[in-house]
């Protein structure tokens, strides 16, 4: 690209006040948007615009489309007469009354266009000037349309086709500008134009011999630019229909954000790989110039965009994650090739001979092998063109062969704040190697400003996503999924939503609750449930553990944890292999803790095993700190002798309000009214609860214990045991006389029945109804609480007591958020 051959004067531009606008197709795809976009740039200051525009959106296709008809001798009329329809109705919407001599103009100029295809039809073809100067109406007509409109609304405004100016040579590397003899003509042309604003057509272009053709993809932005250096604007803004540059493909990376600011070349790195950022050509004439252009949204003009200098900003290191598509990857290795001069000259000769473009190239020291990654439409090509140059050494066997790997696709990572920050490139491959993500060549150049790798197709996306979470992301960005949003669920979700947005702003945790499994749904979102979750419409669907796990692990998200608070055998079940699988399992299902041995050893093996974490704290007490306080015992070297304790929100207050006064049966109603007891009571008053409770806490201890191994006083009478709910609870009252019996000689020994689990020293575990003194501990709780009283080596003459709350949804899931705060604080969070 040549440059100006006078210095760009930003002193000059800045006293003119002037400032370049291009506007893409789909800002000016319709009456509403061209009427939009002439409020928008009547609404601004600027002393001098030049504003450069493309077709409306989707004219350029249309164009091409006709020609391709035309050449091949299809019907082409029928989609002319729509697109001529189209110009009209915008030139009539806008201008109302005053339209007849735009559609006079549109009229004439689409009977010309219709003139053209005919004649390609007749002929059967069309060369490239033919077609080019086809596929550049659209510019013309669009900016004939606005041009109108404004000055309709009594705007002052120039017109310009950049045809009678622009003059552009095509060339090897591209479209390349005349500026003398631009400069040459669009001289006298602004003598006899003095207008302050001006309306430029983008895309188009004449060549040295005065023929109109234009600039190839992306031109309209290159025009913006040229256009802007001719009339030394202080700044470019390209106006979309996006904020402005995101860090990655919003369609693959829901979590794209909007850079504020980015230099030339990291702008240029990240069009390299297929961005949509900006075409690099477009920015060639600014970078000459050190001309600022500033990506923005049409539709939200409030919205500042991202702005493209010389200098970008400190944000960093890393300002966008992109992907390449549609490539191969090609090895040459051989131990004939190890320290012999000229041998990678060799395969860049050869591929460049076969006018193949290289992406990527890749070489280790030892100089065995050499890499590249090449369009895969020249796969083929390349493969022939290297084995062609290295034949005698295939023959000798001095090259293995010329190896070739379909279906690649490059990740890079682009930012001018990489260079000399040690463990960026670390971390991008933590997070590749997190999502399991296999990386077949890597380059890196000295600049350090670009970090690209060679990944399979297919695991491109889950690439994109690490890779970006790595760098966006807090890496305290847990995936979180619940089973089971009955009373306790249902009161921990409401608590981390409450917490949630302190938690982002203290400890840099981000909890995403990205599942909820029942028996009955499926709930699921992308980023984050919120706490409107039970608005949200479910699939209806029974146990879908699959869909649960499937959506719940996401590879661009650091730490996955579920939570369960099913209290279902069968969940607890998948607990082993949710860990190994590095999953984090939180939970108050006592299944896990005291169901079978084997399963209880299989879990602890594999929590153990990896880096995922196993938390139960809410197993026993609900809220209270009994686990983490035998826990911490055990690890400090004490030894547990004995355990006793009411473990039972419900019987303890069932018990402590128990004295006679009014029948037992009519307790239970009562507290099953109040939410203190299960659906079904029996679950509280057969003790089993409380037997699991101390077979948890046993195996904390080391001790083997099963439930099979402990004594149960089941308060249920044995003619009820097998009864239906319903019926069951019409006939409580069976469970009076022998309460009443129980209490009356308790009153007689001075004492008062509480519920009581107990492990002694010679390992025997009870949970029943006993006789305590009325001074005893466990004789002066509040109406709810549990007790746990630890005897131990250090602890034996006056035993460790944890007591308070012990029931209720709320305090039960405070324990499971408690647990799921520990595992954060371990993955690093500041809480």
Same mark, same amino acid.
């Given at each position: ?39 928008? /740039? ?17 004219? +350029? ?19 002319? #007469? ?56 659209? #510019? ?117 954000? +909007? ?70 990857? %090609? ?129 491109? +996306? ?30 921990? /979700? ?12 203290? *400890? ?8 909820? %499994? ?5 709930? *699921? ?26 959506? /719940? ?79 911490? %015992? ?136 006993? #006789? /305590? ?10 109406? +709810? ?28 899931? *405070? ?17």
């Amino acid at each position: 690209m040549q440059a100006l051959e006078q210095p760009y004067d930003d002193s000059l531009a800045a006293a003119a006040g002037v400032v370049a606008h291009k506007f893409g197709g789909s800002s000016l795809a319709d009456a509403s948007r061209i009427r939009h976009v002439a409020a928008l /740039l009547r609404g601004r200051g600027e002393a001098t615009q030049v504003v450069v525009v493309s077709a409306m959106q989707g004219v +350029t296709n249309a164009l091409i489309a006709l020609t391709d008809a035309a050449r091949n001798k299809a019907a082409w009329r029928p989609d002319w #007469e729509k697109l001529r329809a189209r110009h009209l109705a915008v030139a009539a919407e806008l201008l109302g009354d005053e339209a007849g001599g735009v559609r006079d103009w549109l009229t004439q100029r689409f009977d010309e266009l219709a003139d053209m295809l005919h004649a390609i039809s007749v002929l059967g073809g069309a060369g490239r000037e033919i077609a080019d100067a086809i596929s550049g109406f659209g #510019e013309v007509w669009s900016a004939f349309i606005l041009h109108a409109y404004l000055r309709r609304e009594g705007a002052d405004y120039g017109l310009l086709d950049a045809r009678e100016v622009l003059v552009v040579r095509h060339e090897e590397l591209g479209v390349a500008v005349d500026w003398h003899a631009t400069e040459a003509l669009l001289a006298p042309w602004r003598e006899e134009h003095p207008h302050p604003r001006l309306i430029v057509t983008g895309y188009i272009a004449r060549d040295i011999d005065g023929r109109a053709t234009v600039l190839g993809r992306n031109g309209s932005d290159y025009s913006g630019a040229i256009f802007a250096a001719l009339w030394q604007a202080q700044e470019l803004h390209i106006w979309t229909d996006v904020d402005g540059v995101l860090s990655a493909d919003p369609r693959l990376e829901p979590e794209a954000v +909007t850079l504020a600011a980015m230099s030339y070349e990291e702008a240029c790195e990240l069009a390299y790989f297929g961005a949509k950022v900006i075409h690099p050509q477009t920015m060639a004439p600014a970078i000459a110039r050190g001309l600022p252009i500033t990506i923005r949204n049409t539709f939200r003009p409030e919205h500042p965009g991202t702005r493209i200098d010389a200098h970008g900003d400190d944000a960093g290191p890393v300002k966008g994650i992109t992907l390449a598509h549609d490539l191969a990857l %090609l090895n040459v290795e051989g131990t004939g090739m190890i320290g012999v001069p000229g041998t990678a000259e060799r395969v860049f000769a050869a591929l460049r001979a076969a006018h193949v473009s290289v992406v990527m190239i890749s070489q280790g020291s030892s100089e065995h092998s050499i890499c590249c990654v090449v369009h895969a439409a020249q796969a083929q090509t390349a493969r022939a063109a290297l084995e062609g140059a290295f034949a005698r050494e295939l023959a000798d066997g001095q090259i293995n062969g010329v190896q070739l790997t379909g279906d690649i696709a490059v990740l890079a990572a682009v930012g001018d704040r990489m260079a000399g920050v040690p463990g960026v490139a670390a971390r991008l491959f933590d997070a590749l190697a997190r999502a399991h993500v296999n990386i077949r060549a890597i380059a890196q150049g000295a600049s350090e400003r670009n970090i690209s790798v060679a990944i399979a197709r297919d695991q491109a +996306t889950v690439a994109l996503r690490a890779a970006h979470a790595a760098f966006w992301l807090s890496r305290q960005t847990i995936s979180v999924g619940l089973i089971g949003p009955g009373k306790v669920g249902s009161a921990l /979700l409401d608590q981390i939503s409450a917490a949630a947005p302190r938690l982002r702003r203290d *400890a840099g945790l981000d909890l995403r609750l990205r599942a909820i %499994l029942s028996t009955k749904y499926l709930l *699921a979102d992308e980023r984050d449930l919120g706490s409107n979750w039970r608005d949200r419409d479910a699939d209806f669907v029974s146990n879908d553990i699959e869909g649960f796990l499937k959506h /719940l692990i996401a590879a661009h998200l650091p730490h996955t944890v579920i939570l369960d608070c099913s209290g279902s055998d069968a969940i607890a079940e998948h607990y082993p292999d949710w860990l190994a699988a590095g999953i984090h399992v939180i939970t108050p299902n006592k299944q896990a803790g005291a169901g079978p041995f084997e399963r209880y050893r299989a879990i602890r093996a594999a929590a153990a095993a990896g880096s995922a974490r196993f938390r139960y704290e809410a197993t026993v007490g609900a809220g209270l700190p009994v686990i983490s306080t035998l826990r911490d %015992l055990i690890d400090t070297g004490d030894e547990l002798l004995a355990v006793e304790g009411i473990f039972s929100g419900t019987l303890a207050w069932l018990f402590n309000r128990y004295d006679g006064s009014v029948p037992f049966s009519a307790l239970v109603r009562e507290a099953h009214a109040l939410g203190y007891t299960e659906p079904d009571p029996r679950d509280d008053l057969s003790g089993t609860d409380v037997a699991r409770k101390l077979v948890i806490l046993a195996r904390e201890a080391g001790w083997e214990l099963s439930l099979d191994d402990v004594t149960v006083e089941n308060l249920v009478p044995a003619t009820l045991r097998g009864a239906g709910a319903g019926e069951f609870m019409a006939s409580l009252d069976h469970l009076d006389a022998a309460m009443a019996q129980r209490l009356a000689a308790a009153q007689a020994n001075a004492t008062v029945l509480r519920y009581v689990a107990r492990l002694d020293r010679s390992g025997e575990a009870s949970v029943g109804l006993v #006789e /305590l003194p009325r001074d005893h501990a466990f004789a002066n709780i509040r109406l +709810t609480d549990n007790i746990v009283q630890f005897s131990t080596r250090r602890y034996c003459d006056n035993p460790l007591v944890v007591q308070g709350p012990g029931a209720g949804p709320e305090v039960t899931a *405070a324990g499971v958020f408690a647990d799921l705060l520990r595992v954060a604080a371990a993955l690093g969070a500041h809480i």
